[in-house]
Nanobody, 124 residues
């Protein structure tokens, strides 16, 4: 099993920035493709972005492209989501997901392993 823990959520004004972290308990973190998903109240969980095993390839939903950046530090067993130019519609619980398959973490509903989520609230 892989345990995932998200952190870094909070309240931020529109136009501001926030960085989320996802730390994994895995002996071979680089064996897992990673993804970010989010779920707003009353809505289905949606894909945000994904990153390949060594970080060489990234994918983003059109809604966040150009504003969000995914990265990973395999030495720290951590994936990051840098969120810039935040909008109120970005408000959601953000979830970290992992899978040995990149295809799984770059589509909804995604993930073989999930974190508990971290709340991001963007005020207008």
């Amino acid at each position: 099993q892989v345990q995932l823990v998200e952190s870094g959520g909070g309240l931020v004004q529109a136009g501001g920035s926030l960085r989320l972290s996802c730390t994994a308990s895995a002996r071979t973190f680089s064996a897992y493709a990673m993804g970010w998903f989010r779920q707003a109240p009353g809505k289905e969980r949606e894909f945000v972005g994904a990153i390949s095993w060594s970080g060489g390839v990234t994918f983003y939903a059109d809604s966040v492209k150009g504003r969000f950046t995914i990265s990973r530090d395999n030495a720290k067993n951590t994936m990051y989501l840098q969120m810039n130019s935040l909008k109120p519609e970005d408000t959601a619980v953000y979830y970290c997901a992992a899978s040995r398959s990149l295809a799984v973490v770059k589509t909804s509903p995604g993930g073989d392993y999930w974190g508990q989520g971290t709340q991001v609230t963007v005020s207008s």
